[in-house]
């Protein structure tokens, strides 16, 4: 997994209108990417709507939020509409990102194990360099807690 200091893999994929969206063309500004398991369960969309909630504030700092999953584009669409998500949801189907970000392994749900997509945050600065890393954030108040390393 990428750590504190690290430049951030440039990566290009489809987001939920299927305009393809490169890292490299939001350099100049601070992005959050945010790694999720599965659109419209019930975690993920707490932490889409705490984005979704603190939309005005994150968007008034420059601060560009980026949702990947492996979901497609049609389901990044239809959980973007049904939850007014104002931010940009990327579909990355083959985890090819999420491979190169680190963030596709072995959990435990339940006590089963299986491979899936760890819930993983990253803040990258506007030069490109990973600042913080959020492993397994709270999905509830995770805006809350990207905006106090803005403070």
Same mark, same amino acid.
Request: charged share 20%.
């Given at each position: ?7 951030a ?10 305009n =393809? ?5 939001l350099?100049?500004?601070?992005v959050?990417?945010?790694?999720? =398991?599965k ?10 709507c ?27 669409a239809?959980?973007?509409?049904k ?36 819930r ?16 397994k ?12 390393k803005?403070?």
């Open positions: 997994m990428l750590e504190v200091g690290q430049p893999p440039d990566f290009t994929l489809p987001d939920q209108a299927g =393809p969206v490169s890292l490299k063309a350099r100049g500004k601070p959050v990417l945010y790694f999720y =398991p659109d419209d369960t019930p975690g993920c969309t707490k932490e889409a705490s984005f979704r909630d603190h939309w005005k504030t994150l968007e008034a700092r420059g601060i560009a939020v980026l949702g990947i999953s492996p979901d497609s584009q049609a389901s990044h239809k959980f973007a509409g939850y007014s998500l104002p931010f940009t949801l990327l579909a990355d189907t083959e985890r090819a990102v999420a491979n190169l970000y680190g963030t596709y392994g072995e959990k435990t749900l339940y006590g089963k194990k299986s491979m899936g997509i760890l993983t945050t990253f803040l990258i600065d506007a030069e490109g360099v990973v600042q913080h890393v959020w492993k954030p709270k999905t509830d108040v995770h805006a809350e807690e990207v905006l106090a803005f403070t």
